[in-house]
């Protein structure tokens, strides 16, 4: 079955970078019928959409990190990636990845979560 | 971006009684809404598609209906399992964007 898991360091410093991996089993990240995605949630509130990849190699990312932000595939180890530049506290929050359906734009598989925390 | 608004932000329910969620869009964003469940220390996990389309294997109890700006999430007959945080999900344009969410808890 689909399966999507986040790994990463859970600590990083002010100003550093947040890079975090998602390994996906199940279903090849090449597959057109997908967009991969990377959401993050900070304690007590809602999700916030990151951004997208599609298996074209096109990206879209939220305007409010658009500047930090960059998501990359690895196809072959069926892997995709988030960097996030420059992060401060603001950042510190439970980080998804997840996968889209083109076919009707549901998130329909979540990773478990990774909690990455933003302090010296 | 389109801003979802939802109300109530917490709502305390007794078993089997009816639950009524309901989310505002600032802009005409059609059907192109969806509804999440999630329960503490868990993923996120889709209920409804579209305003109003069941999911397999999600209990026939969830329903949603609205297109436009005004949907609403309903739960009859809420059972113990229902315990969660339910989130409002646009997928109309980008930015993609979630309503702050919506905790029922049974009492």
């Known amino acids: 079955q689909v399966q999507l898991q986040e790994s990463g360091p859970g600590l990083v410093k002010p100003s550093q970078t947040l890079s975090l991996t998602c390994t996906v089993s199940?279903?090849?990240?090449?597959?057109?019928?997908?967009?991969w995605t990377w959401i993050r949630q900070p304690a007590g509130k809602g999700p916030e959409w990151i951004g997208r990849?599609?298996?074209?190699?096109?990206?879209d990312y939220n305007p409010s990190l658009q500047s930090r932000v960059t998501i990359s595939l690895d196809r072959t180890k069926n892997q995709f990636s988030l960097n996030l530049y420059f992060v401060t506290a603001a950042d510190t929050a439970v980080y998804y990845c997840?996968?889209?359906?083109?076919?009707?734009?549901?998130?329909?598989?979540w990773g478990q979560g990774t909690l990455v925390t933003v302090s010296s | 971006e389109i801003v979802l608004t939802q109300s109530p932000d917490f709502q305390s329910v007794t078993p089997k009684e009816k639950v009524t969620i309901t989310c505002r869009a600032s802009?005409?964003?059609?059907?192109?809404l969806h509804w999440y469940q999630q329960k503490p220390d868990q993923s996120p996990k889709v209920l409804i598609k579209?305003?109003?389309q069941s999911i397999s294997g999600v209990p026939s109890r969830f329903s949603g209906s609205g297109s436009g700006t005004d949907f609403t999430l309903t739960i009859n007959s809420l059972e113990a399992e229902d315990a969660a945080t339910y989130y409002c999900?646009?997928?109309?344009?980008?930015?993609?964007?979630f309503g702050g969410g919506t905790k029922v808890e049974i009492k």
């Open positions: 579209y305003a109003s």
């Open positions: 802009q005409n964003i059609g059907n192109s």
């Open positions: 997840g996968r889209v359906s083109t076919g009707d734009y549901t998130i329909d598989y």
């Open positions: 199940g279903v090849s990240i090449s597959s057109g019928y997908y967009y």
């Open positions: 990849f599609y298996s074209s190699g096109s990206t």
């Open positions: 999900h646009q997928s109309s344009s980008l930015p993609l964007t």
